[in-house]
């Protein structure tokens, strides 16, 4: 019998005129040889839009193909695909690897986007509702920041038109030219943010994986937590994954090829024996 192998994408953003994965039939390549496939959030986009009938295409087809790709698939949720499951996290190897999404570090869901200023009123008020005594507890939160993200309709991600979705996409993410120093505080901030949310939420463990900050890479904390971010099949900067194994975390990177998708070289291990 093989042994166990886990592997972790998230931000495939399928269905997304930006996303690199123009097919599901494209990442195949990723999933042979997996014993269980975890989708850390954004698979899709499954928040209001202009046309709904093609979310539900994309919901459906994207359930059908990982049902049939893949020997299992865990779908946890992200702020694009609130609702694709009612997981928002995954403990692995024990309690010491810890699978979420991300976008639960910031109170403002995505602090770089046009958005920012109204969802973080609105997590404010979402969590201000709660019982004093909920308010930081980790299932009531996640409850807050979906509703949240579930109330804010998809902008380009919907377009069809290619024009008009890349004067939509430029409009929701690039202008004002400043959004980039967002961007950057963003990056710069989210290790920290994860590790702090470790520490309140899962002091056991040594690993963190997450994605949401399109920011492929791996972070060791002072106390020797690892933060671990997957990236995106979004550009600019990529995708990777996690392989977890009964002994060992690798962080690989993923190469594209042919239009196809393929497991690269290995980034970063971590035993998880002993």
Do not use: C
């Amino acid at each position: 019998m093989a042994s166990e192998l886990i592997r972790i994408f998230s931000d495939l953003h399928y269905g997304d005129r930006g996303s690199r994965a123009r097919t599901l039939s494209s990442i195949q390549p990723l999933l042979d040889g997996a014993t269980t496939v975890v989708m850390n959030g954004d698979t899709i986009d499954t928040r209001p839009s202009r046309t709904p009938h093609r979310t539900d295409e994309l919901r459906e087809e994207t359930m059908r193909f990982f049902a049939e790709s893949a020997p299992s698939t865990v779908f946890l949720t992200g702020n694009h695909d609130p609702d694709i499951s009612l997981r928002h996290t995954l403990d692995l190897a024990g309690g010491r690897i810890f699978v979420t999404h991300g976008d639960i570090i910031f109170d403002d869901l995505v602090p770089w986007g046009q958005d920012a200023p109204i969802l973080r009123q609105k997590i404010a008020a979402e969590l201000a509702a709660l019982p004093a005594g909920a308010r930081d507890e980790l299932d009531s939160r996640f409850t807050a920041y979906r509703r949240v993200a579930a109330s804010i309709p998809q902008r380009h991600q919907s377009e069809r038109n290619g024009l008009k979705y890349i004067a939509g996409f430029l409009s929701d993410t690039v202008w004002p030219p400043t959004r980039i120093y967002r961007v950057l505080d963003a990056w710069s901030r989210a290790p920290g943010l994860a590790a702090d949310l470790i520490r309140r939420h899962r002091p056991e463990a040594r690993f963190m994986v997450m994605g949401h900050i399109h920011h492929p890479g791996f972070w060791r904390r002072p106390d020797g937590l690892v933060v671990i971010n997957t990236g995106s099949f979004s550009p600019p900067l990529g995708a990777a994954m996690v392989e977890i194994s009964p002994e060992w975390l690798a962080l690989r990177s993923i190469d594209q090829r042919n239009n196809a998708f393929y497991p690269g070289r290995v980034l970063a291990s971590f035993p998880l024996a002993g």
